[in-house]
């Protein structure tokens, strides 16, 4: 008998940010909103740099500035993104515009602490890049991070690197310690990688291109499976309409399924005057209805990877198989009982195989095309 875990998706309208709006401006308190995170029905940010270790809850709904939450026993050098588990809410000071940083450091503030004091203690972990070698000050280089998230027990550390506008994405531990980040993977975005937020195993990234345009890059939980995640590759959807020149976005937080929000710094220059807030959109690619372990009796999909015919062996009956690419775009449909499909005409990459047996049970399965 083989496990297997379903993920029923919604094979609508994928790739699409939609219903982008302004939520509301964001207190003056936080003109530097760097990281943001959706907490107990409220957001909590921080500014970047240049103020103390402080945290600013504020009303969703409002706007409203309701409390300040000092760490008492943290400092504020750079604090770039927060990001949480279900026990911790965690702080990366890990702001690196020089490259000359040995200090680098995650707070980890228990959440209980959190809701019931304005005042709260934090833990510390410290690490230190694994390929890093050269400390000397520069504005040309590729240890500056600012996007944080915490998948399986691990920190996910994306890179803004200044020196090829790629990210190279680290892992550590959320364990606390001195811990070496180990570098993973790594992706040519064309850009500066400025938050992160994570959403059913799919990461969706925010950042700013090189005229100054904010884009989202967005890597499906439908990769091959490993710590390189940008492997199976990436998609990067530009802000240009819905945000356009000079808007320095910097945090990114789910805060519904497929919902998520946005901030923006406030920028005041001879070109640009924009002052902090908050937006949000939908993102489709990110919407799952339910997960669940289904149990098919000898259940078997091969060969996958495949060049060409699939095999499907199942005591089961099936009612129709259909293959959609990542974007959740429909590619072929086998509307018969046969349990051998050919898939030689689908370009090289990787699909979703949707079995549909005539009990109604659904199984969606992974499958690289080479």
Known sequence: MLLFTSILFTFVTYGQVTDFKEKFELPAIVKETSGLLFFDGKIITHNDSGDAAYLYEIDSLTGTF?????????????????????????ISDTGNN??????????????????????VSAEIISFSYQDQTNFKSSDNHNFDAEALVVSEN????????????????????????????????????????????V????????GIDTSAI?????????????????????????????????????????FDTGKFYISREAVSNQFI?????????????????????????????????TDGKISIQSKKNIQAITIYNLLGEKMMVFNTTQKEINVSSLS?????????????????KKIIKY
Do not use: M
Not at 66 to 90: C, F, G, P, Q, S
Not at 172 to 195: C, D, E, F, Q, R
Not at 247 to 254: K, L, R
Not at 349 to 361: E, N, P, R, V
């Open 66 to 90: 309701l409390r300040r939450i000092t760490i008492k026993n943290a400092t504020h050098v750079d604090w770039e993104d927060i990001t949480e588990d279900e026990t911790y809410i965690y």
């Open 98 to 119: 020089k490259g000359t940083r040995t200090d680098l450091k995650i707070y980890r503030i228990l959440k209980t602490d959190f809701k019931n004091n304005n005042t």
């Open 154 to 197: 691990n920190f996910i550390i994306f890179t803004k690197n200044r020196g090829d506008l790629k990210t190279n994405v680290y892992k550590i531990p959320t364990t606390i310690g001195n811990h070496t980040a180990v570098k993973i993977s790594s992706a040519n975005v064309a850009g500066l990688i400025t938050g992160a937020t």
């Open 199 to 206: 959403q059913n195993n799919n990461f969706l990234l925010c």
């Open 214 to 254: 904010p884009f989202l890059v967005f890597i499906s939980a439908n990769r091959i499976t490993g710590d390189d995640i940008f492997k199976s590759g990436f998609d990067k959807t530009s802000l240009s309409t819905e945000l356009g020149f000079g808007n320095q976005v910097e945090g990114i937080t789910s």
């Open 273 to 305: 005057n924009l002052t902090q807030k908050l937006f949000e959109f939908k993102d489709n690619r990110a919407r799952v209805l339910s997960t669940k372990k289904n149990e098919i009796e000898h259940f078997t999909i091969a060969p996958n990877p």
């Open 348 to 364: 090289k990459g990787i699909y979703l195989l949707k079995i549909q047996f005539d009990d109604k049970q659904l199984v969606i």
